[in-house]
C-alpha cells in the first residue's frame, strides 16, 4: 500500500513557510484575511449529512468524457472532494497528499473523485501538475457543488491580489461568477448513502486528513 507518511498539516507548516518566501508579505497577509473571514461568516458548510442519499450528477472530466456518479458506485464507494482551484496552492497540497494514498483507498473498494467549478483544460492541468491518477470533473456554475457544500462570491481584495501577482483568476473558470465551494469531502457507498461527510469550515487553508477517510473506508 503506497500511503501518505506526512499528514497534512505537516506539509501544510512547509508550504506556508514556502508561500512566506515567494509571496510578498502584504499578499500573504490578504489570503489569511479573506481565509479568516470565510471562517468567520460560513458556519454550517455541508448541505448533505450522513445517512442522507447523494444527488446523482454527470459532469465531464478533464477529457471531456461525461461520468455519472450512480455508474461509478455500481462498481464500489466514493470518495468526493470538493476543491477550488489550480491556482489555489492548498487544493494543490491536499489532491497531491490524497493521491499519495490513492492505491489503499482503491483496495478498499473506492474510488476518488475531485470536483472544482474550472474548466476541463484546468481540470487536465491540475491532473498533470500534480500527477493525479484520479477523476478530476468540471462543475460548471457549481451546479453539483451546491448540493452538497456551500457555495459562496470570491471577494474582489484576494482576487485583485492574484492579478497583481500575475495570475489570471478568472482565466480557470468558463464563467464569470466567481463562485467558490467551500472545500468538502463526502463518502458514498454503493446504496447512495452518505457515510461520511465533513468541512473544516470556510478557512481554505485546513483540509480534511486522508487519515480520516482510510478510517471510515474501514468501517
Not at 472545500?183 to 487553508?205: N, Q
Amino acid at each position: 500500500m503506497n500511503t501518505a507518511t506526512n499528514s497534512y498539516q505537516d506539509d501544510l507548516k512547509d508550504l506556508r513557510t514556502n508561500l512566506g518566501s515567494m509571496l510578498p508579505q502584504e499578499a500573504l497577509t490578504i489570503f489569511d484575511n479573506d481565509a479568516d473571514s470565510l471562517q468567520s461568516n460560513h458556519k454550517s458548510i455541508l448541505k448533505l449529512q450522513v445517512g442522507e442519499k447523494a444527488s446523482d450528477f454527470s459532469l465531464v472530466n478533464a477529457t471531456n468524457k461525461t461520468i455519472k456518479l450512480s455508474e461509478l458506485l455500481k462498481k464500489g464507494k466514493v470518495v468526493l472532494t470538493f476543491y477550488r482551484g489550480t491556482w489555489c496552492p492548498y487544493c494543490n497540497l491536499q489532491l497531491a497528499h490524497y493521491q499519495k494514498s490513492l492505491n489503499e483507498i482503491h483496495d478498499l473498494g473506492a474510488e476518488l473523485v475531485a470536483i472544482s467549478p474550472q474548466t476541463p483544460d484546468e481540470s487536465l492541468n491540475v491532473k498533470e501538475k500534480n500527477e493525479l491518477d484520479f477523476e478530476v470533473l468540471s462543475d460548471n456554475g457549481n451546479i453539483v457543488a451546491r448540493k452538497y457544500t456551500t457555495v459562496f462570491k470570491n471577494a474582489d481584495a484576494p482576487v485583485n491580489t492574484m492579478t497583481e501577482l500575475g495570475f489570471d483568476f478568472d482565466a480557470h473558470y468558463s464563467d464569470d461568477s466567481r463562485e467558490l465551494p467551500i472545500p468538502a469531502v463526502f463518502v458514498i457507498e454503493k446504496d447512495a448513502t452518505i457515510s461520511f461527510a465533513k468541512s473544516l469550515g470556510g478557512d481554505y487553508r485546513n483540509r480534511v486528513e486522508v487519515s480520516e477517510i482510510i478510517n471510515n473506508l474501514k468501517k
